[in-house]
């Protein structure tokens, strides 16, 4: 273990001052993968999607009032609460107060996504900037003496360890963050199927001589 813990070491060492940037930008990868990993597993464990199917059906047969206390008891799943600002605001703006309420729930699901983006693209130029650095350390050395070959293959190896660096970084981050932008393309989508399902249900209801309107008005809180 102390082996590889030195040889860790002087590989750091040896990529040379670019080294520490490319460090931050590792670590503060791992933490946004952590972070984002951690929330699409909140949100699985939230959803209910058994509790959705029967508030559609309350909504379908005109029982609104067991509809929005279905949805009200469980604040933690983003879809019942979407459906809920529909439901208890069905008299003001119906699809209005759904679209709000799932822009908000969207907003929490692509937070920090943009980090790994600049991650993706900064490791690379941050690798790259090392190669010049390193590549300009072994021109320098030429012809100085003897120590001419120690310090040459000491800027080749500077530039080589920060462009694999940077490489290695920018791959590491590009595969959770293609991962964690298909979920969101898949929770956008759900979003949007449930809040035109439920505007569809409402809207039959209302041809059924259903008051929405005024079953939501009765939903909202007193005081």
Do not use: M, W, Y
């Given at each position: 273990m102390t082996f590889y813990a030195n040889a860790a070491v002087e590989f750091f060492i040896e990529g040379g001052p670019i080294m520490w940037p490319l460090l931050l930008c590792f670590l503060a990868s791992l933490v946004v993968i952590g972070e984002r990993a951690l929330w699409w597993w909140w949100l699985a464990?939230?959803?209910d999607g058994k509790a959705l199917e029967s508030?559609?059906?309350?909504?379908?047969?005109?029982?609104?009032?067991?509809a929005a206390r279905t949805t009200a008891s469980a604040p933690g799943d983003p879809f019942l609460r979407v459906v809920h600002k529909g439901l208890t605001h069905a008299h003001v703006s119906f699809l209005g107060a759904m679209q709000l309420e799932a822009s908000k729930v969207?907003?929490?699901?692509?937070k920090r996504l943009w980090l790994l983006a600049a991650f993706i693209t900064l490791a690379p130029f941050l690798g790259l900037l090392?190669?010049?650095?390193?590549?300009?350390i072994s021109f320098e050395a030429l012809g100085v003496g003897e120590l001419a070959a120690t310090r040459v293959t000491g800027g080749i190896a500077e530039a080589l360890i920060a462009t694999i660096c940077g490489l290695v970084i920018a791959i590491l981050?590009?595969?959770?963050y293609s991962f964690f932008n298909r979920c969101l393309?898949?929770?956008?989508?759900?979003?949007?199927?449930?809040?035109?399902?439920?505007?569809?249900?409402?809207?039959s209801a209302r041809q059924r001589g259903f008051d929405v309107a005024e079953a939501a008005r009765q939903e909202?809180?007193?005081g």
């Open positions: 464990r939230r959803t508030v559609f059906t309350a909504v379908a047969s005109g029982d609104f009032k067991t969207l907003h929490q699901a692509e090392g190669t010049v650095t390193g590549i300009r981050c590009l595969l959770p393309s898949d929770f956008r989508s759900r979003l949007e199927q449930t809040i035109n399902h439920l505007e569809l249900l409402c809207e909202q809180p007193r």
